[in-house]
């Protein structure tokens, strides 16, 4: 069974902290993705990765990074919680090649209060 | 503009009634996949249906069907006799650009509709 796994699922944290969100995926997906989500809002993109050490900023980059050391691992890092990047994260991944439906795999999702 | 509009904030049903939730997208490209996804409380992400946009023939998958209307611009969701459980947020979402190389996996999503069936 496929697994996109996000290490936290609830944290609390106070601000200014250095926040890691970790997901590791296990389908050997060379695309992987940070989404934030907010009521009435949607998902909206933080940043993906297509490769290893490689990554593209995607909608909402401010105040976050991100790492991809290793292929099956893709961290989202927030320099300096601010309480206005309290919300639910959400890590997915996806292959290449196949354009179709159902390859596109989510994590069950972080939520994050920062106090 | 968004790329992805769905305008029903909120959606009550009868149980056992069919129920469309609707979509309309903005894109230039002329490949691109459209879904459907369903969201419990429980914050999963669970795939409900895809529209790749060089099918012909509307995609159906169990009681959900994708109205796909293409010079409208518009992918419904339709959930035929609703149960209980699919009371959930349900967001559309499209992938553009299948030949674009890098970043063409991503989806962009709408802001969601918040379904709830009565019984």
């Known amino acids: 069974d496929v697994k996109v796994t996000q290490s936290s699922r609830y944290l609390v944290k106070r601000t200014g902290e250095k926040v890691f969100l970790e997901c590791v995926q296990d389908?050997?997906?060379?695309?992987m993705f940070w989404y934030r989500q907010d009521p009435g809002l949607g998902l909206r993109l933080i940043y993906f990765?297509?490769?290893?050490?490689?990554?593209e900023k995607g909608d909402i980059p401010e105040g976050y990074s991100v790492s991809r050391e290793k292929k099956e691992r893709f961290s989202l890092i927030l320099e300096s919680a601010s309480t206005n990047q309290t919300s639910m994260y959400l890590c997915?991944?996806?292959?290449?090649?196949?354009?179709?439906?159902?390859?596109?795999?989510f994590g069950e999702g972080s939520w994050l209060t920062v106090v | 503009a968004q790329k992805i509009t769905q305008t029903q904030p909120g959606m009550f049903v009868q149980e056992k009634e069919a129920v469309t939730l609707d979509c309309t997208y903005d894109?230039?490209?002329?490949?691109?996949?459209l879904f459907w996804y369903k969201q419990p409380s429980s914050g999963e992400m669970i795939f409900l249906i895809y529209q790749g946009s060089y099918d012909e023939q509307n995609a159906t998958e169990g009681r959900y069907s994708l109205n796909f209307q293409k010079a409208r611009k518009s992918a419904n969701l339709v959930i035929s006799a609703s149960q209980l459980g699919d009371s959930a947020m349900y967001f559309c979402a499209m992938r553009e650009g299948q030949d674009s190389g890098a970043g063409s996996y991503q989806l962009t999503f709408g802001k969601g509709t918040k379904l709830s069936v009565i019984p």
């Open positions: 894109t230039s490209d002329q490949s691109y996949g």
């Open positions: 389908m050997d997906h060379e695309n």
């Open positions: 997915a991944s996806s292959g290449t090649g196949e354009y179709s439906g159902n390859t596109i795999y």
């Open positions: 990765s297509y490769d290893v050490k490689m990554k």
